[in-house]
């Protein structure tokens, strides 16, 4: 048995068990892959996959536990490469950051400056996506480190902590009639068509339970995944918008928006940082972890990776 196999195996599944997306992923053939499937199910004396002629279709008791036993043998490999580029380059390589549009806009630019000051040899690879999708690459080794509201803390495979804390705040055009109120309410939104985030993004669960929880319905107008795209509809008179709070904090306090908190209505959401279980980071990821929040620290980091089962909440 050897890597290549182990990898086809892997990819199999990462693909739902297509061998012509696996063998388009791998940059092989198809036959070539299903070929060395079956010189490694021969060797084991096992069937890792049920098959309905040529295809297969699902993946069998004995299989599942070959797949984990082959995730384990994939992470010490991957380990093993970081190892030897750790002190063979010292404080040299790439880091990958999976990140949501939100984080990667209004929170990481000062740490990645920072990250590029201390080590300038370090390139950074950003790759922006839905939280699901930033979990998806950690877990993957697309990126060594994935941050997002949701999605992170519960994902098998994945080791998480939190970051930071933020609230909802509502932006208007200036002059709207919410803008001269004290405090707003969840009846005076629920009044007005509001421009928000997609479910799956920054938060917009807890804005619509908040709604739930009063028995209002809130008349979404617009839903998108970018604060810059929802402030542009904002702008064109389609309602008020509601983002993040890091999406107002830079702007100017006479421009053309104004915008006003709301952690009273939708409470406090955390952004956590993940890492992939087991994983071996090098020092730079550290240090740029370090950079992100006083909370995290190496030592805190690496007892999480090692195992530590505490739930860590803010």
């Known amino acids: 048995m050897n890597l290549h196999q182990f990898r086809f195996v892997q990819e199999a599944v990462r693909h ?100 590029r000051r ?35 803390a519960d994902m098998e495979g994945l080791v998480s902590l939190p970051c930071y804390e933020w609230h909802h705040a509502v932006v208007m055009p200036a002059g709207h009639r919410l803008a001269a109120l004290d405090r707003i309410s969840l009846e005076a939104l629920a009044a007005e068509p509001l421009v928000s985030y997609h479910p799956s993004f920054s938060g917009r669960t807890r804005v619509d339970q908040a709604f739930a929880a009063r028995r209002l319905k809130p008349n979404i107008v617009l839903e998108a995944i970018d604060a810059d795209v929802i402030k542009t509809y904002v702008r064109l008179g389609l309602g008020v918008g509601i983002v993040a709070e890091l999406a107002v904090r830079d702007d100017p306090p006479d421009g053309d928006l104004v915008s006003r908190p709301v952690g009273h209505l939708f409470g406090q959401n955390v952004t956590r940082i993940a890492f992939k279980r ?19 620290s190496r030592a805190l980091i690496a007892r999480v990776l090692a195992g530590d089962a505490q739930d860590y909440q803010l």
């Open 278 to 296: 087991g994983a071996y980071l090098r020092n730079y990821v550290y240090s740029f972890a370090e950079m992100l929040s006083t909370r995290l």
């Open 118 to 152: 201390r080590h300038p040899n370090v390139a950074i690879s950003l790759h922006q996506g839905s939280p699901s999708q930033v979990a998806r690459m950690v877990i993957e080794e697309v990126a060594d480190i994935g941050l997002a509201t949701e999605s992170l």
């Open 16 to 115: 739902d068990l297509n061998l012509t997306e696996t063998a388009k992923a791998l940059f092989t053939s198809q036959p070539g892959v299903s070929k060395a499937i079956l010189e490694l199910e021969s060797e084991l004396g096992v069937d890792i996959f049920a098959r309905h002629g040529k295809r297969l279709k699902r993946i069998t008791e004995p299989g599942e536990q070959v797949l984990k036993s082959i995730e384990v043998i994939l992470r010490e490999v991957g380990n093993l490469k970081r190892i030897g580029a750790e002190f063979s380059t010292q404080d040299a390589g790439t880091l990958s950051i999976a990140t949501t549009h939100s984080q990667a806009r209004y929170f990481l630019p000062g740490p990645v400056a920072e990250l």
